[in-house]
Structures are given as structure tokens and as C-alpha cells.
T-cell receptor, first 114, second 115 residues
Framework: AQKVTQAQTEISVVEKEDVTLDCVYETRDTTYYLFWYKQPPSGELVFLIRRNSFDEQNEISGRYSWNFQKSTSSFNFTITASQVVDSAVYFCALRPVGNNRLAFGKGNQVVVIP | GAGVSQSPSNKVTEKGKDVELRCDPI?????LYWYRQSLGQGLEFLIY????????KSGLPSDRFSAERTGGSVSTLTIQRTQQEDSAVYLCASSLGTGRVETQYFGPGTRLLVL
């Protein structure tokens, strides 16, 4: 079974501050994919990134960056210079290769205060 | 639009009634998934369809829940004799298929409230 833990339930930051969301996972599978999704108030889950377990290269996309560390089973997400539009719930998820279901964490509610 | 669509967006029903929720996947996507998002349980997998294969129903919480996918496209999730604990957001997702590299794209969800 897979387990994804996002310990911080709600995080409030002032606009332009950086915010890091922690994601720790457990799986017995040797190959798997990790994902981050954003859920704005409208409710739709928006795909942000997919990372393969065999590729530990970190990635940056604009103000978003991800730090994957297989040794600590973590896949953390940082928003740099946060903006009000970043206010949303962010979900980390895991899917083993060959398994079709996503296992989600409980989500991080990010509130960016103007 | 080109995304996953779901209807209705909101549904209020009385306990004991049956409800049907509809999902229209992204055109060309052969895999379709249903998830449930509730306050207490977070996001939970319900069922998965891939082409003409038998669906993976292992996430359905009880025999009151069923789903079908007609013509390999639109899917309907049916909840019979609804209970208050069925109140949740029901999310549908689709993906290209069951290749090694698959990303699921989600619809806006149906918010179900059982009174």
C-alpha cells in the first residue's frame, strides 16, 4: 500500500514570501511516479508536475520548484514570491508503475495574504 | 472545451434517493477514473476503466455504488439509496491510456449533498 503525508494542513503567508510544502511518501514499489496538483476554490484539480522515481533531478517552472529526495522519500514543493492567485489547496500524490490509482495526501491549504 | 467535464456541478438529494453523476473525458483518452473527496477521508480512488477491460472496482465503498462507461467514452457513477455520509465531491479524471507515463487530468467535480 502507498501512503502520502502532507503534515501542514494550512499555511498562511504574506504576498511575495516563499512557501514550501512538504510531502513524504511510503511505498514498497521500486518504481513510481509522484505528482503535485493544485485545487483552486473553483474545485478543479490542476496538474502541476510529474516526477519519475528514477529521476532525482530537481525542476523549476517559473515561480514553482520541486525538490525530490529519494533517500528521504520526500517530494517538496516551493512557491517563490507567492501571489494571491497561489491561494489554493495543493495535493501531493503517488502512483506506482503498473498501478492505475493515485494515492493522495490530505493536501496543504495555502492562503496568500495581500 | 477540451478538458474533462462533469455534470451536474451540484446535486442536492434526500436520503434514500438514487443519484447519477456524469463524466465526459478528454477526447482520445481511453482511461477514466472516479475519485471521491470528502472532509474526513481526503481524496479516495473509487473505480477505473480502461478500454474494454473489466473495470477496477476495488475502491467502491459499498454495493450501493456502481459505474458504467458506455462506448468507451462517457461514464456514469450511480449511488443508490444515498446516505448522508455519501456527501462529498465526486471527481472524474481521464488519461491517455495505461502506458508507463500517465498523467490523470481532472474535471471540476460534482458536489453531492445528501440531506
Amino acid at each position: 500500500a502507498q501512503k502520502v503525508t502532507q503534515a501542514q494542513t494550512e499555511i498562511s503567508v504574506v504576498e511575495k514570501e516563499d512557501v514550501t510544502l512538504d510531502c513524504v511518501y511510503e511505498t514498497r514499489d521500486t518504481t513510481y511516479y509522484l505528482f503535485w496538483y493544485k485545487q483552486p476554490p473553483s474545485g478543479e484539480l490542476v496538474f502541476l508536475i510529474r516526477r519519475n522515481s528514477f529521476d532525482e533531478q530537481n525542476e523549476i517552472s517559473g515561480r514553482y520548484s520541486w525538490n525530490f529526495q529519494k533517500s528521504t522519500s520526500s517530494f517538496n514543493f516551493t512557491i517563490t514570491a507567492s501571489q494571491v492567485v497561489d491561494s489554493a489547496v495543493y495535493f501531493c500524490a503517488l502512483r506506482p508503475v503498473g498501478n492505475n490509482r493515485l494515492a493522495f495526501g490530505k493536501g496543504n491549504q495555502v492562503v496568500v495574504i495581500p | 472545451g477540451a478538458g474533462v467535464s462533469q455534470s451536474p456541478s451540484n446535486k442536492v438529494t434526500e436520503k434514500g434517493k438514487d443519484v447519477e453523476l456524469r463524466c465526459d473525458p478528454i477526447s482520445g483518452h481511453t482511461a477514466l477514473y472516479w475519485y471521491r473527496q470528502s472532509l474526513g477521508q481526503g481524496l479516495e480512488f473509487l473505480i477505473y476503466f480502461q478500454g474494454n477491460s473489466a473495470p477496477d472496482k476495488s475502491g467502491l465503498p459499498s454495493d450501493r455504488f456502481s459505474a458504467e462507461r458506455t462506448g468507451g467514452s462517457v461514464s456514469t457513477l450511480t449511488i443508490q439509496r444515498t446516505q448522508q455520509e455519501d456527501s462529498a465531491v465526486y471527481l472524474c479524471a481521464s488519461s491517455l491510456g495505461t502506458g508507463r507515463v500517465e498523467t490523470q487530468y481532472f474535471g471540476p467535480g460534482t458536489r453531492l449533498l445528501v440531506l
